[in-house]
């Protein structure tokens, strides 16, 4: 059989074997680390909107902050330094990703810590240079993250790493999402519910910088991968050649040309999502849902159809194959953005709101999954964090870009023609899914990376 073909049947295992891959310890592992992961990312994107909207920011200011987010579109220019640059004591006694992961944790709780005492009716910019710290730190445990992921199981079970990892991202995301909303409510003063309290966001903040200590505690018992020893370098051209160079020319050499197919298709995969996220919740304020309903809901339901999502969408592309679920992923996130729209002419409906966010955070859960996989297929592991890096980095480099004109769109055009706008950005990404699916690696991959074994993507 060819390599990767889109509809081409993979080898299939049980149901069973399928299922009992998440209780390994890599599995339970990662699903800590990416709470680790996802906790920083709402703090500083969705829910900083929340925060920023009730405040009475503007909606084009809130669009135009979102760009804080670049940080992660960026994290390839500094990915090698986390590849290949020693910590002085720290990577003695840790190892090179543990150590690094330590650092960037670390990072994120003095970030989020710094934010929870900034008031953004006063002084909207201290917030917003610690949110984009935050952001750099966040970045750079994913970084290292992705690397010990990706270095720490064969090819054949990253699909249920990234199901687990991106169980723990999303739970975190809901932590960050709904329980912060949740904690700041229950913080506000008798009789002042509804009017922006920023000790009440101080306390809730708080609490999720002190959340980081999962991450930390973690990464202090957990094992370090083991390290994929490179050539030593004769000089620093030599050095900087293996450490900045070769990690992006490893890729363009396997692929050749199929790798444009590649990228694009990275690039844009999840852009409707990332660009309607970072108005959901104004969104939400605007239509008159209350911290403690949009909490409820995203906690309960969307917790559950979340794990759902992330389950479902690991076991399948182990047993069908990344490819057909990458493709269900992508019909199924533009669909769920339609939802949106109809919902912003509904109005005010705790019931269907619980109906779109349970509809959203299912597509998400498989698309992710999916994606996470087929990106960790991609990697060589000799540069596993440099190059995972770029493909991360990509994804979100351009709808992180689009996205912080959400909120000029929303004030020329509206809620739902917005959300109709962000479905129909989601339809060339089915053209690119396929196209993809037929792309066959050029040359020999080399003997450390993982398709040297592994050849097709598709299971």
């Known amino acids: 059989m060819s390599d990767s073909t889109l509809f081409e049947a ?3 295992r049980s ?5 009992l891959v998440y209780l390994q310890p890599e599995s339970l592992r990662m699903l800590s680390l990416g709470f680790a992961a996802g906790l920083p990312l709402m703090l500083v994107l969705g829910t900083l909107s929340f925060r920023l909207r009730e405040a009475g920011i503007d909606r084009g200011t809130i669009g135009h902050l979102s760009w804080v987010g670049l940080a992660y579109g960026f994290k390839w220019i500094w990915a090698p330094i986390v590849d290949r640059v020693p910590l002085p004591g720290l990577t003695r006694a840790l190892g090179r990703r543990r150590s690094w992961l330590l650092l960037a944790q670390i990072g994120v709780m003095c970030g989020l810590a710094s934010m929870a005492l900034a008031n953004p009716q006063t002084a909207l910019q201290p917030m917003v240079m610690w949110a984009l710290l935050t952001a750099f730190a966040s970045a750079t445990q994913d970084i290292a993250l ?8 064969p090819e054949k079970e990253q699909p249920a790493l990234a199901a687990s990892y991106q169980t723990g991202y999303r739970l975190a995301m809901i932590w960050s999402g709904a329980g912060v909303l949740w904690l700041a409510a229950r913080s506000e003063l008798a009789g002042a519910a509804g009017s922006y309290q920023n000790d009440a966001w ?8 002190v959340s980081m200590l999962v991450g930390i505690a973690t990464v202090l018992i957990s094992p370090e991968p083991k390290r994929v020893e490179m050539p030593p370098a004769r000089n620093a051209a030599e050095w ?6 070769e990690p992006f020319a490893d890729f363009f050499r396997r692929y050749k040309w199929h790798a444009a197919v590649i990228l694009a298709l990275i690039a844009v995969y999840r852009i409707s999502d990332v660009v309607m996220g970072i108005m959901a919740n104004p969104f939400y ?7 403690e309903e949009v909490a409820t809901v995203t906690k309960v339901y969307g917790v559950i159809m979340t794990l759902v999502g992330a389950f479902v969408g690991g076991s399948l592309s182990m047993r069908f194959g990344v490819m057909r679920i990458l493709m269900l992923g992508a019909i199924l996130s533009a669909f769920t953005n339609l939802l949106f729209a109809w919902l912003a002419g509904y109005g005010h409906s705790v019931p269907a709101l619980i109906a779109v966010v349970s509809a959203d955070n299912l597509a998400s859960g498989i698309a992710s999954a999916a994606f996470v996989g087929y990106l960790s297929s991609l990697t060589n592991i000799s540069y596993s964090a440099s190059q995972y890096a770029l493909f991360s980095s990509l994804m979100l480099l351009l709808p992180k870009f689009i996205a912080g004109f959400s909120g000029d769109y929303v004030n020329a055009h509206g809620y739902a023609n917005f959300f109709v706008s962000t479905a129909a950005l989601g339809l060339p990404v089915l053209l690119l899914v396929w196209a993809a699916g037929h792309v066959k690696k050029s040359g020999a991959a080399p003997q450390t990376s993982r398709t040297s074994e592994h050849s097709r993507v598709d299971g």
Do not use: C, H, N
């Open 202 to 209: 101080q306390t809730a903040y708080l609490v999720m910088a």
């Open 285 to 291: 304020v605007d239509t008159g849902f209350t911290k």
């Open 15 to 19: 149901w069973r074997e399928s299922l």
């Open 10 to 12: 993979p080898s299939k």
């Open 240 to 245: 900087l050649q293996s450490t900045l160079i």
């Open 146 to 153: 992705d690397a010990y992921r990706i270095e720490s199981a």
